[in-house]
């Protein structure tokens, strides 16, 4: 099975651009994170969604940062304007309900993430 | 309280020694403690998780302490191997599916 998908891999642009980037979860997943990764901050989690509905948006820094998941095998982040500061690695990762498997927690599969330069 | 404080922030071992990373946390309600291995240019991936109702679990060469009381856990490398030199991210979760992550330690292992 294809694990977490993300595109692009690496994006560079130019500050006040709009950037999106991609995510397409492991089939059948049911949570969906969005994590951004700096050395400074480490891992952040930036919002997550459970079957296509936003649960937690608290670690979104700004207005500028939205995400969307319009169908259980789409989501997308998007940054408008872009600054330089939100240069970054940007990870998706995607997981099961617990309660389904009977496990009290499942792992989180995570994409190997977008490079995110602003210049 | 929702942080979870992990240190040392590098690490370098020998091949064949013992790596030891250690996490702490203040929030009592958190009943889930993963580690997370990442390897350059990849995402995260789970390694070993333990549950606060056992003091010890172990997965081949790797080891997870826990310390109820003292609010503590550790990651235990025995053996460690070039392999194995990666970041490591402890985390806790109170029964949701938002995980709290460390700040990552870097381990690298000479061979």
Redesign the interface.
Known sequence: DAG?IQSPRHEVTEMGQEVTLRCKPISGHD?LFWYRQTMM?????LI?F?NNVPI?DSGMPEDRFSAKMPNASFSTLKIQPSEPRDSAVY?C?S?L??LVTGA??????????TRLSIL | QQQVKQSPQSLIVQKGGISIINCAYENTAFDYFPWYQQFPGKGPALLIAIRPDVSEKKEGRFTISFNKSAKQFSLHIMDSQPGDSATYFCAASNNTDKLIFGTGTRLQVFP
Do not use: K, M
């Not at chain 1, 901050?41 to 989690?45: Q, S, Y």
């Not at chain 1, 009290?104 to 993430?113: E, M, R």
């Open positions: 977490v949570y901050r480490g891992l952040e989690l997550y459970n937690d990870f990762a997981s309900i617990p009290t927690h499942q792992p989180q599969h995570f994409g190997d993430g």
